[in-house]
């Protein structure tokens, strides 16, 4: 770790009480130097930290850090966690890494480099959002990477349920939306054997925007977050749910798909009329959203054009989506 996020673990664990320049440095294994502008790095974040003269620094409320203890006895399927402070993407993380006969689970304060789907930036500022990747050796073959997907959104959902107290609604295939703005992305990417037709590794990254941050501006519109109080909850408490909401999934129910009926639920879309993108090309075509079947296709009506009044199952990666 960092010695910005040593730091903060430091005063978190000592919140209110004063903690000597040079004891830190200590028990930190660093320089007066090092830690003055770990420092100053948490100040710039907005972290409550007071200095006093001939006394030393202290936080002076609860810190959102998380740390493999805080989550740990939150988790009720078994994983090798990883707490990070800056990466360029926790997925990118998750592909380099050795895997165990466990899940891996990997947490990072910020992102320098988050990716969406098809290619799209994440914006992921540090101490306001939740980015993690689950990365696991699955037992099931490649047919059913949509479902995980879809999964992981309906665990997202149902995490947001339990932790924040929030209905949280779906925009297919992989957004999570609350309040009519987008405050989740998932990425699913997979790593395959060609040979058995079997998934060697499969890597599940979340983004969730917490509270709220800085947002580019072309984003203002169109991100939200769970809270607009910052640490109204322990953003460790929502990793961990999603972690076994989703385990709970994989493990029990991602043949039999029942977890579908919920995302037909919580999918927003569905009866309204939105635009569709086919190839993703720039040029939109009016349908109408009527269902999610059981292979997770988006059941479309064209309104216009050529396919006027013909229905069509959409697939992932074929289409963008913008409601009308």
């Known amino acids: 770790m960092s010695t910005r996020t040593d730091l903060l673990k430091l005063l978190s664990e000592n919140t209110g009480v004063y903690l000597s320049g040079q004891k830190i440095g200590e028990e930190l294994q660093v320089s007066r130097n090092a830690v003055w502008k770990a420092m100053q790095q948490l100040k710039n974040e907005g972290y409550h930290i007071e200095s006093k003269p001939s006394t030393g620094y202290r936080l002076r409320s609860k810190s959102n850090i998380i740390t493999e203890d ?13 707490i990070l402070d800056t990466v360029s993407s926790t997925n990118n993380v998750a592909k380099e890494i050795s895997l165990t ?9 910020k992102q320098t480099g988050g990716r969406g789907r098809l290619g799209r930036s994440f914006a992921s500022p540090a101490g306001t959002g939740l980015y993690m990747t689950i990365a696991l050796h699955p037992d099931f073959d490649l047919d059913k990477a949509l479902y995980v997907t879809m999964a992981a959104a309906v665990a997202v959902c149902r995490a947001i349920d339990s932790i924040v107290g929030v209905k949280a609604k779906i925009k297919w295939v992989n957004d999570v939306f609350y309040q009519n703005k987008k405050i989740c992305g998932i990425l699913t990417e997979a790593q395959t054997n060609f040979e058995n037709g079997k998934i060697d590794r499969l890597v599940i990254g979340i983004g969730v925007n917490c509270f709220p941050g800085s947002f580019p501006e072309e984003l203002e519109n169109i991100a939200g977050c769970l809270s607009r109080t910052k640490n109204s909850f322990f953003r460790g408490d929502l990793a961990a749910e999603i972690y076994n909401q989703l385990l709970d999934i994989l493990t029990k129910d991602l043949s039999a798909k029942t977890f579908l009926r919920e995302y037909r639920t919580r999918c927003f879309i569905l009866g309204k009329n939105i635009i569709v993108h086919p190839n993703l090309s720039e040029k939109g075509i009016r349908a109408k959203a009527i269902d999610i079947d059981e292979n997770g296709g988006l059941v479309v009506e064209y309104l216009e054009g050529r396919k006027n009044r013909q229905m069509e199952t959409l697939t992932t990666g074929e289409v963008s989506i913008k409601i009308q």
């Open 101 to 109: 006969d466990k899940p891996a689970l990997i947490i990072a304060n």
């Open 70 to 82: 805080a989550i740990a006895g939150s988790l009720r399927f078994p994983c090798d966690i990883h």
